[in-house]
């Protein structure tokens, strides 16, 4: 991690490892804030990453037969406006048109 943190030029990361739930690793290194040591406790903003997390467990679910790209987003949220889009949109970054 240390390394990555170098490599990356990251101020501060929060990392963790899991195998079958069970916590193998967990820590945090540099500063969050100037002179404040970062900590596993931390929570940092995201930002944008949630389109790429959002899309690998969609297509995670496509894989395991969950879910089809092709549903209609009103299949699990009838009252949903717009819920006739299709979660494929959100893999798309297409989705914005909802509102919720």
Do not use: H
Not at 11 to 33: C, D, H, P
């Amino acid at each position: 991690m240390q390394s990555a943190q170098r490599q990356y030029s990251q101020k501060a990361m929060l990392f963790g490892v899991w195998e079958n739930g069970r916590v193998i690793a967990t820590g945090a290194l540099g500063t969050s804030y100037p002179l404040v040591p970062a900590t596993a406790n931390m929570y940092f903003r995201i930002g944008n990453i949630t389109e790429s997390m959002t899309c690998t467990l969609l297509l995670e679910l496509v894989d395991r037969g969950k879910i089809s790209l092709n549903d209609p987003v009103s299949k699990w949220l009838p009252s949903l406006p717009d819920g006739n889009r299709v979660v494929g949109m959100l893999a798309q970054s297409t989705s914005t048109g909802v509102r919720l």
